[in-house]
């Protein structure tokens, strides 16, 4: 079995900053992708940034410039330093692992439990 743990989230005021960590744990052989997407009340889930097992990252036009994706190997950790921030970019945010399972090398996609960013003044 394997879990995304996220942290990081709360709450910001505009032009404010925040960074939220993903942590995989669980019987893993191999994580391939790894993304941060959003969800604000009302709306469909959004595509955030994604990353590669090898660090090629790919970015949604609205966050282009403000938030970085990056990701830990040996930690199995994704992370998303957000800057900037705007009232707009308050939803929860979600991980997900695209990876092969230990033992029974499985490929699977995975998501975290989410957590709630809100940038407000």
């Known amino acids: 079995q394997v879990q995304l743990v996220e942290s990081g989230g709360g709450l910001v005021q505009p032009g404010g900053s925040l960074r939220l960590s993903c942590a995989a744990s669980g019987s893993i052989f191999r994580i391939n992708g790894m993304s941060w997407h959003r969800q604000a009340p009302g709306k469909e889930r959004e595509l955030v940034a994604v990353i590669t097992s090898t660090g090629t990252t790919k970015y949604a036009d609205y966050v282009k410039g403000r938030f970085t994706i990056s990701r830990d190997n040996t930690k199995n950790t994704v992370y998303l330093q957000m800057n900037s921030l705007e009232p707009e970019d308050t939803a929860v945010y979600y991980c997900?692992?695209?990876?092969?399972?230990?033992?029974?090398?499985?490929?699977?996609?995975?998501w975290g439990q989410g957590t709630q960013v809100t940038v407000s003044s």
């Open positions: 997900n692992a695209d990876l092969v399972e230990g033992i029974i090398f499985r490929a699977r996609s995975y």
